[in-house]
């Protein structure tokens, strides 16, 4: 096993253990070393959000009953639904995403939760039990694992300043000083790094806006591929983290879909692959997608219509996913194609070529890179329930390796064209497009609810819970009503903008 010395989560180092292996035992030992007074449980709610249990160690007994048993928490004010008589709930902690708090002064440990109900039965409206559930239905009838890899954009909003401006639309890759909060994104991905977060790699956006009080710099955190319940737990504690130093320096972190009409919105793109027994299942003889994969990219155009109730959740959402702005509007895949919905990046089949070429004098070291592919899926953004969407995409996902004829469907959706251009619009009328709204999105998600009730993963009540909410809105022709409002616009905006 390799050694976790130089692992970024502090309790992993001291360990020297890998997080997945952490016991009781361990966190007990590493609480006592280091002198912790605080323990603090966060779990998500229905909201999608972590919430919060905060406890002063007074003695070892303590913290072993804390850890061995739980808390009660009140169900009704975290999921809706719940009959206020009988709310009550266990939190259980899981010791392998144990990581040290970034923000308290005192030593603290913060550990993610699990929600049980009085029986002992993980609670099965709770968002992570959905996904849980969808991954081993999905490793059950394909043999596969499913994992993912979030790219988290945001905003950083801060007073103008007119020092090295970045032009608008202007800002990807760029960097300090004109990318003035590289700063925070570096704070932001050690903590991130530190509470048990794989990091790919963080840099600036294309989105740059100036107002005449407020500059906004758009800024990316992507991760590495890890299992899909990894994947949303990672996601949800560093939106959590960047919201908490966006605090620290006196400036808003936002995640909302839009900020400013014109300007890039931000998105949520997750890369998804596919693995069997340790290896990556997305590649065939030649480099070529393999069937797996053309059966996840079926599975994901089938329903996208109805993801859309999962990972684009407000009205601003939709003021996002419209034409020329690398956004998604039409179900379609394709290579390296941003104006698709599903995206296949450039893979890593030639790595070692490319790196003796740029580095003559080290042409005789080994340099092995195994091949990979990803799958992305680009249109949720900052609003989604991440441990539902990605539930979602895997009952997608599940639901291509069903159908009969899914090699043949994902071929009549691939388009090797910018169907932006003026010149490829008849490609417009051959894809299915989006829903432009939050009730067109609860119309597909009533449609298509079986895909994600299937084998019980999803509670009837939680897709009823969904599509109310979605409805609530009633934002349907919010895009032609709002035309030409700039200050209506600006209100809807400020509405969503912790979404």
């Not at 009080?213 to 899909?228: H, K």
């Not at 997608?289 to 994901?300: D, N, P, Q, T, V």
């Not at 340099?367 to 609003?383: C, K, L, M, N, W």
């Amino acid at each position: 096993m390799p050694s976790a010395k130089i692992h970024a989560n502090k309790i992993a180092a001291f360990l020297d253990k890998q997080p997945k292996d952490f016991t009781k035992k361990d966190i007990i030992r590493y609480v006592k070393a280091k002198g912790v007074k605080l323990v603090n449980f966060r779990y998500a709610a229905g909201d999608g959000r972590l919430k919060t249990l905060n406890f002063a160690i007074n003695d070892e007994k303590y913290l072993d009953r804390i850890l061995s048993a739980g808390e009660r928490a009140d169900g009704s004010s975290l999921f809706k639904g719940i009959d206020a008589a009988s709310s009550d709930l266990y939190v259980v902690p899981r010791y392998s995403t144990a990581f040290v708090n970034p923000f308290f002064e005192q030593p603290s440990v913060d550990i993610l939760c699990s929600f049980y109900t009085p029986d002992g039965s993980p609670f099965s409206s709770a968002p992570d039990t959905i996904l849980r559930k969808a991954c081993a239905l999905f490793r059950k009838e394909t043999g596969l694992e499913f994992r993912a890899l979030g790219e988290l954009e945001y905003y950083v909003i801060a007073p103008k300043n007119p020092l090295y401006p970045t032009g608008a639309q202007r800002g990807y890759h760029e960097s300090w000083p004109f990318s003035k909060w590289e700063g925070l994104r570096r704070d932001a991905m050690a903590a991130i790094a530190e509470s048990g977060g794989n990091i790919k790699y963080g840099h600036s956006e294309v989105g740059f806006i100036r107002t005449e009080d407020a500059e906004m710099s758009q800024q990316e955190i992507e991760f590495l591929p890890v299992e899909a319940c990894a994947a949303a737990d990672q996601l949800s504690v560093a939106r959590w983290i960047l919201s908490g130093i966006g605090l620290k320096h006196g400036v808003t972190v936002s995640f909302a879909p839009k900020i400013s009409i014109g300007h890039a919105g931000s998105g949520m793109h997750f890369h998804t692959c596919l693995y069997r027994g340790g290896r990556s299942a997305m590649s065939g003889s030649g480099h070529e997608l393999s069937a797996e994969a053309r059966k996840l990219i079926a599975g994901f155009l089938s329903s996208a219509r109805s993801l859309t109730a999962f990972g684009n959740t407000v009205p601003t959402s939709y003021l996002r996913l419209v034409p020329h702005q690398e956004a998604p509007i039409n179900v379609c895949w394709g290579y390296r194609n941003r104006s698709a919905l599903v995206r296949i990046p450039l893979g890593w089949s030639n790595a070692a070529g490319m790196i003796k070429d740029a580095n003559p004098s080290s042409a005789r070291e080994a340099h092995s890179v195994e091949p990979s592919q990803t799958v992305e899926f680009r249109s949720a953004d900052g609003s989604a329930n991440v441990h539902l969407f990605l539930a979602g995409l895997v009952m997608a996902a599940l639901d291509g390796f069903r159908m009969k004829d899914a090699l043949k469907f994902a071929e009549n959706h691939f388009v090797d064209k910018n169907i932006f251009h003026k010149e490829n619009s008849a490609l417009k009328e051959k894809f299915p497009s989006l829903p432009a709204s939050c009730v067109e999105s609860a119309e597909a998600l009533e449609k298509e609810r079986a895909v994600y009730e299937r084998g019980g993963v999803f509670p009837a009540g939680v897709i009823d819970a969904a599509a109310r909410k979605l409805c609530a809105y009633d934002d349907r022709s919010l895009s032609e009503r709002l035309y030409g409002k700039e200050e209506e616009i600006k209100k809807l905006v400020e509405e969503h903008l912790y979404c």
